[in-house]
């Protein structure tokens, strides 16, 4: 087991053919041919030797190229990798001590289960084998004379007993014993992604990276799948690093989760820490199903603040932090579960509904602002707003919300990064 470290980690790559470099139209030139799009930037991560380590974000956002130059798949424009106390950087994946799983699974179609997950072990002893001698060599092709034969008749050398004990372990873990002789072509997708996760965990590597391995599942055994992996990772203790582009996956998984969009971190930290105090608005957004409404609203000190459609005055705590901003606009966040049906009232949300999703335990309702007094509002926004499940309500029905004073969060209007009262009363997650 051991540690992983990422320091200011940096990935270009030249534009692939009919992608320009951003913001460059003419690219007949020679140097925007030698252009680079830049798709990690100062990457610095440390997960914890035998951690969770979730790394969310949305497509395109540069989570498998970040995966691939762990595993040493790709080569890094800048910076340093280290697993355990040693730098991998110049190491060929072979040599790095990693497993990685693929959405797709990437079995040998010819081979049986078994194989497939003893492909690595194998591989892994015959560069050892050379040294060792004749003996091994001839060990090996009786091995390979008496595969077909029924189990009791093959000749198994010393390795091949030990490679048969851990394919049958592995296979036990992940309740596979049964397929072993079965080609991947006979298996459904989650029984795949079992073969492969099995594969990777035969080798017994230092660190696991699983890239989106659910993604190809169907919703119900993407959940059932979910809770094996972590049930699977406390057991083994394997530092883990997992991609996902789902909030809920990255949720419900991690020990920590990192945020990345654009190529750059956006937050590392535990999930609910994720939800509570989301460190911009990125963040807010991406963590929590369906995401945080944002309202501009004008700041007046001491702890007022208003827009056309309501006038709320804030817990003291926000006054230092919110000082600065005395006259402007500032952007207000809610979460859907955080807007509470209640009457009329200025301090209140007025919000005419425009769609009712009922799920059965929740109902969430999209909701417009309505400007009730007639003034002049630029404000058209729609709201996700979550009602008890057993409240009725009609399309264009007028409701009115209200906030829960702690739960509101604020984001400057220019750098979008939350801004942080003072002195918060403690939250859930602070200890
Ligand atoms: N081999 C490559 N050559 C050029 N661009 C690439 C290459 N691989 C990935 N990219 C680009 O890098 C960005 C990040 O890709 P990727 O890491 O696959 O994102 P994610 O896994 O988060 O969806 C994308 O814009 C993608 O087009
Ligand atoms: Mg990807």
Known sequence: MAQVVLEN???????????????????????NRADKITVLRRINLTVADGEFMVLV???GCGKSTLLRLIAGLESMTGG???VGDRLVNRLPPKERDIAMVFQNYALYPHMSVYDNIAFGLRRRSSGDMQSEGFSHI????LVGATKKLPKGLRYLSDKERSVDERVNSVAQLLQIDRLLNRLPKQLSGGQRQRVALGRAIARNPQVFLMDEPLSNLDAKLRTETRAQIVK???????????????????????D???ILDGGQLQQVAPPLELYNRPANRFVAEFIGSPPMNFIPVEFHAPLLITNDDFRLTLPEYWGSALQKYDGRTI???IRPEHLILSVPANKNLPLKVELVENLGNDTYLAAKLTDVNFQNTALNQTLQVRIPPDKLVRLGEQLWFSLIPEKIHFFDPETELAIFPKNSPSLPFEK
């Open 138 to 141: 001839a060990a090996d092709l």
């Open 331 to 333: 952007i207000l966040g």
């Open 57 to 59: 974000g949305p497509s």
């Open 9 to 31: 980690i940096y990935k270009s790559f030249s534009p692939r053919k009919g992608e320009s470099v951003a913001a460059t139209s003419n690219s007949d030139t020679k140097e």
């Open 256 to 258: 920590r989760i990192a």
């Open 80 to 82: 340093n990798i280290w």
């Open 232 to 254: 699977l990772q406390r057991q083994l203790g394997t530092t883990t690093i997992y991609v996902t582009h789902d909030q809920t996956e990255a949720m419900t998984m991690g």
